[in-house]
């Protein structure tokens, strides 16, 4: 299990933005594939966004297309997520998961990825 670690969660209200950081530590990020996944309560986790390693190609959930926005930062050694105009269905727990891939790869389904970190919980008031 690679050490990943997900920040910037909270509490805010429709309309506002946040923006999630996927650490790692101690090895770079830059052969991974990178996915943003939610779980709410009650539901299956599924696919918000996902970036390739050389992060030329991203895909996003037709439910947030507009309105977040998946990067990488290589010399942060990070993968950012941008949640603006959020909602109240955006209220989950968002798990960054990542698996190693060549010629840029990329897929966005859960059980494509074997390295998650803990989740970090977004609350969304309406």
């Known amino acids: 299990q690679l050490p990943l670690v997900e920040s910037g969660g909270g509490a805010v209200q429709a309309g506002r933005s946040l923006r999630l950081s996927c650490a790692a530590s101690?090895?770079?990020?830059?052969?991974?594939?990178i996915g943003w996944f939610r779980q709410a309560p009650g539901k299956e986790r599924g696919g918000v966004s996902c970036?390739?390693?050389?992060?030329?190609?991203?895909t996003y959930a037709d439910s947030v297309k507009g309105r977040f926005t998946i990067s990488r930062d290589n010399a942060k050694n990070t993968v950012n997520l941008q949640l603006n105009s959020l909602k109240a269905e955006d209220t989950a727990v968002y798990y960054c998961?990542?698996?190693?891939?060549?010629?840029?790869?990329?897929?966005?389904?859960?059980?494509?990825?074997?390295?998650w970190g803990q989740g970090t919980q977004v609350t969304v008031s309406p």
């Open positions: 998961a990542a698996e190693v891939a060549g010629g840029d790869w990329l897929q966005c389904n859960s059980d494509e990825y074997d390295n």
């Open positions: 101690g090895f770079t990020l830059d052969y991974y594939a």
């Open positions: 970036i390739s390693s050389s992060g030329r190609k991203t």
